[in-house]
């Protein structure tokens, strides 16, 4: 393992990428070698703290098992390697063959978060379409997409991170922030402290909710009741920011009349949260308009409804008029920059981009293709095949519901190169697999949109042989032979600096202070001046039926098809991916430390469910959906803890992976995610090999 420091000894300041905060970071070196990994005490996000998982980034990029060479599958199933130049070669005829013999858009390019989230993920989608394909798809087909249309269609912006630290009311949704995103919980209880109170809504409890003053338990799939149940407490009792609405909204009248039929006495039948508490938590929050701000988690966007129900949350807040205002939810200003991708120059709109049709939304204001359907296209069922596809930094075969078919999918292609760090599973499914490098090898910008920052990672380090993310890309370019019109710059240094020309922005500022500089000055109350970025201008608490290709032009609130305790005495509602201190998706379940801590994927039971079924701690049990099956290891939680008829397995694990049990076929029909938090399941004692009956 050859490498090379920017410098043999002293400390660099570079922002971390273990996570998708960028909190800031020193990077200690001795004799060429990092040694450790601090934080930054004067940056405005991390503000000198550090996770786990930031303390990890050395283990990460020096482990035993990191690919450093390119690898290729041979025809005995093994990898072995090959030089760099020959398998961009080889990769390059592959793409021009299917390119040849079906066209451009049967082949796709997929990217993920353990390498990047934005330059990244730019560098692709400018390959895809300079290649003349129009399928990008990413992460995002089952994370935060959903959360960024609904704010947008009521909205026309998405706050990254509402004003907490200035809130009255702090409403957090579905999350658990403490772990998720520490620096955003650090704003929370900032708030705290200036006396804001807390509120958390989840089936689960979490470590975010010691510091609630109110937790409200709400049975999986009924949060859209619990919404509009405060929405019609507020209306109903004037308890809502009237000259905002009057002002500033479309919609209200009909928003008002649905509301009606959603009395305490119906909401708390179809939450399970009593009367008392759903008034309490209306109360609390009329007392204290319009200093309202809430934090959507995504597991409001894996149901079914997911984004109506966020729709709904959004239309809350609007209501109450916290819209960009201190303590509400900030209209961010963004950077005038360049944009690497080239939908204005090449659109490739017409040539059918995957899931387009079907979910325009998510097309529409991500232009993202839907990576569920993208396993239909390349079994043969979708419009038109996909042949090849290229993946970086991301574990589908892990992280995509009904795994068993996504593995099915990937192994069919005639191209799957994975360019990642270590070899995961969907990397073991490749013909071709490409070292990355982390983000200590690269230099990259980041925004902070919620402090109008700008900021430049910094390279740290290299490895021989390793090539970073945008030469990756122009390489690849190069051998197709478009690198140079669509892959100019000679590095990534060159790209940083073109992004941002004529933006206002100093580059040398940017190299120089690694907390970031500030691009535009934090402004309020945006609206009185100017109108809000939606079709109408206002505030959409109804949206033109059709965009929905015929569904209610209001946020409508659908009970679950399924219900704890229906079924049988065996039958669960399953929810899935709580997330875990260490681990981040699939990632660093190879750091040593972190398995000793949490080795084991575990389904979590309440302890009534587990005497009723006479299970105990740490037994294996069978865990069965129409999808397929899983035999897991049981941990008990207090009565307190989850609720009862509900599960709870985390997702990432490789022997254990969670996603064999869940349905690719069960989505919201405006965003296409899938539903991952009430899959009905059955649980299976594994030595009697039959059902439990009672």
Known sequence: MTSRTIISDGTVGTLCRQCDMYCGINIQIENGRLTKTTGDKSHPVGRGKICPKGTAALEM??????????????????????????????????????????????????????????????????????????????????????????????????????????????????????????????????????????????????????????????????????????????IQNGQYDTEFVRQYTVGFADFRAYAEKFDLTYVSRETGVPV??????????????????????????????????????????????????????????????????????????????????????LYQFRKQCSSLMAMDYMLGQGDYPLRGCIISGANPALTNPNAAKVKQALSSLDLLVVKDLFATETARLADYIIPAASFLERSELHYYPYKHLAALTRRVIEFEGVRNEYDFW?????????????????????????????????????????????????????????????????????????????????????PPRHRIGCGGAATFLLATGARSPFYYHSRYRNIERFQKRNPDPVVEINVRDAERLSISNGEKVRIVSATGELVISAKILKADEVLPGLLQIGHGWDQGNVNLLTDDADVDPISGYPNLKHVVVRVEKTQTESAISG
């Not at 390498?115 to 730019?122: A, C, M």
């Not at 710059?489 to 907390?515: M, Y």
């Not at 100017?530 to 959409?540: D, R, V, Y």
């Open 276 to 361: 008392d508490t759903i008034r309490q938590l209306a109360e609390l929050i009329g007392r204290n308009v319009p200093r309202i701000s809430q934090y959507v988690g995504i597991s409001f966007e894996h149901q079914v409804n997911g984004v109506n129900v966020i729709r709904a949350l959004v239309s809350l807040g609007n209501i109450c008029g916290s819209s960009d205002i201190p303590g509400g939810s900030p209209w961010p200003d963004h950077p005038d920059v360049r944009s690497l991708t080239l939908y204005d120059h090449l659109p490739l709109a017409d040539f059918r981009p995957i899931g387009a049709e079907r979910f325009p939304l």
């Open 474 to 558: 122009k390489d690849l370019a190069d051998a197709l032979g478009f690198g140079e019109r669509y892959f100019p710059w000679p590095d990534e240094t060159a790209v940083n600096r073109w992004i941002v020309e004529g933006s206002g922005l100093d580059f040398q500022a940017l190299e120089k202070h690694t907390c970031g500089v500030v691009y535009a000055p934090v402004r309020w109350r945006k609206f009185e001046h100017c109108p809000f970025p939606t079709p109408s201008g206002k505030i959409e608490l109804t949206t033109d039926v059709t965009t929905f290709r015929g569904l209610p032009s209001i946020p409508v609130y659908l």
């Open 61 to 234: 990029i020096y482990h035993r098992d990191r690919i450093l060479s390119p690898l290729k599958r041979m025809p005995n199933g093994q990898f072995e390697p090959i030089p760099y130049d020959r398998a961009i070669t080889e990769i390059a005829d592959k793409i021009s063959a299917i390119k040849a013999d079906l066209g451009a858009k049967s082949v796709g390019v997929w990217t993920g978060e353990a390498i990047g989230f934005l330059q990244q993920e730019e560098y692709a989608r400018r390959f895809s379409h300079a290649l003349g394909s129009p399928n990008y798809f990413s992460a995002e087909s089952v994370c935060y997409a959903a959360r960024h249309i609904a704010y947008y269609l009521v909205q026309g912006y998405y706050p990254t991170c509402e004003d907490y630290a200035n809130s009255s009311v702090i409403l957090i949704w579905g999350a658990n922030l403490e772990i998720t995103h520490p620096p955003f919980m650090r704003e929370v209880l900032e708030g705290k402290q200036k006396g804001a109170k807390i509120v958390v809504v989840d089936p689960r409890k979490t470590r975010t909710e010691r510091h609630a003053d109110l937790v409200v338990r709400t049975i999986p799939g009924t949060d859209g009741a619990l919404v509009w149940g405060l929405i019609n407490h507020l």
